[in-house]
């Protein structure tokens, strides 16, 4: 028997019984899914696009890495951002969010010269701490706020890894020193001898040398501006968004008479 005629000849499908078509579910960055995995809620309220938020948290990572169970703020990520802060045209503020322990000093100083020269309104909060490095990126702002209970540490500038020494290993720290003294000095209203005062007091910290200052402390010596929280940096990041719109507006009327 020829094995064509074996073969056994199923009938035509019909189209009511195609299979269904599979649809992908597309997750997008705003999604209930994707808010409650990364956020632990299906709720992101939107942010105001006229005002950048920046949070500058944990250790301040330069050019080593830091280690992995430690939180970082890596200083090619915040470049970045604040190049797109400066340049896009629909952000009118930036106020940033500082709970760190400091870290590069190299780093932390780049970060601070690229706020402190953002022609946009600043306004720095700190939360928790803005110790070490995270005091020149809190005075880097137009305006500087503390909480109650956060602190700022000032202490001399430390080196990890192979130290020389000689002379010139102790100039380096002089001269490191004083790029930190300067920029501090530039952007709030502490005086030069007040800072080294409280960078080399010795019966502050029992196994270091440096000043703790917690909250309204800050204030007093005058490194921060104003005690307040999240409220009042925010109010005043749109007082100074108007008075810069109000200025603009004039030099254009100026320069249309």
Do not use: W
């Not at 074996?6 to 579910?25: F, V």
């Not at 309220?45 to 949070?55: A, E, G, M, Y």
């Not at 702002?141 to 020389?164: E, F, K, W």
């Not at 005043?236 to 008479?257: A, F, G, M, T």
């Amino acid at each position: 028997m020829d094995n064509k005629e074996n073969k056994i000849k199923l009938p035509p499908k019909r189209p009511d019984m195609a299979p269904p078509n599979k649809t992908k579910i597309k997750i997008n960055a705003n999604s209930n899914v994707n808010n409650i995995k990364e956020m632990g809620t299906s709720n992101v309220p939107p942010l105001d696009n006229r005002v950048q938020s920046l949070t500058i948290i944990g250790h301040i990572e330069g050019h080593n890495a830091s280690p992995p169970q430690n939180k970082s703020t890596k200083y090619e990520h915040i470049i970045p951002q604040l190049i797109a802060v400066e340049q896009n045209e629909t952000i009118e503020g930036l106020i940033i969010l500082l709970n760190t322990v400091g870290g590069d000093v190299e780093a932390g100083l780049a970060i601070s010269e690229m706020i402190s020269s953002i022609s946009k309104p600043t306004v720095s909060l700190v939360l928790g701490g803005s110790h070490s490095i995270g005091v020149p990126l809190a005075t880097s702002c137009d305006y500087s706020y503390i909480v109650p209970t956060a602190t700022m540490t000032i202490h001399p500038i430390r080196m990890n890894g192979l130290v020389i020494g000689v002379p010139q290993t102790f100039r380096y720290f002089q001269k490191m020193q004083e790029r930190i003294l300067s920029f501090i000095n530039r952007t709030s209203r502490i005086s030069r001898e007040k800072l080294l005062e409280l960078m080399n007091e010795t019966d502050e910290i029992a196994n270091d040398i440096g000043t703790i200052l917690i909250g309204k402390e800050a204030v007093d010596m005058g490194l921060i501006d104003e005690v307040g929280g999240l409220n009042q940096a925010l109010n005043k990041l749109n007082e100074l968004i108007s008075i810069k719109q109000q200025e603009n507006s004039k030099d254009v009327s100026e320069n249309i008479h």
